[in-house]
């Protein structure tokens, strides 16, 4: 099934159950999921909008053909955060694993993580381009693994307990931490 706003406009979808996304959501406004338990994408599910949040519990695997130009999610009762983005840059609004579980988002482009991404869990940032922080962004998580093409500067009130980093095509990579520990 597709759900398509022509000229714009949101697109809203409630469950009680799982939501599993088999084909498209398109529009250039906002796209809201809500599942009392997992959200999934599979076969031609793809999702393009403006500004995505989701909600869910046990996970989000969101691996389709998405453009995405901010993402805001809620995880409850385990399970991990995926998003895969085609698009050129994506914003990371405030991802939070409520109950631990991994995050990992990979994006063609630029990576702004302008809010709070948050799990007892590991986190996982791949960028075709660079990765910052703006804002209020920062990171709580056990590990932290990067990717970046240009750079990566990560200055926001980190607390990380272990770093690995991969940077290409030039650029810094700069991680500003507060733990009391960094390995």
Do not use: W, Y
Not at 19 to 26: P, Q, R
């Amino acid at each position: 099934a597709k759900l398509i706003q022509q000229d714009g406009g949101d697109i809203e979808v409630v469950t009680a159950g799982a939501l599993n996304i088999t084909g498209a959501l398109e529009t250039a406004g906002n796209v809201e999921l809500e599942a009392a338990s997992t959200i999934s994408q599979m076969g031609a599910g793809r999702i393009v909008a403006n500004i995505l949040t989701t909600t869910s519990a046990g996970g989000q695997t969101l691996t389709g053909d998405n453009v995405i130009d901010i993402f805001e999610a809620l995880n409850t009762a385990g399970g991990a955060i995926v998003l895969v983005n085609t698009g050129d840059e994506l914003q990371i609004a405030e991802l939070i694993q409520q109950d631990g579980g991994d995050i990992d988002i990979v994006t063609a482009g630029a990576l702004n993580i302008a809010g709070s991404l948050e799990t007892t869990g590991n986190v996982a940032l791949e960028a075709g381009s660079t990765i910052s922080q703006t804002g209020v962004g920062r990171i709580l998580a056990n590990a932290l693994t990067t990717t970046s093409s240009g750079g990566q500067t990560l200055t926001g009130d980190n607390v990380i307990g272990i770093f690995e980093a991969l940077n290409t095509a030039g650029g810094a990579i700069v991680l500003m931490n507060t733990a009391d520990e960094l390995q």
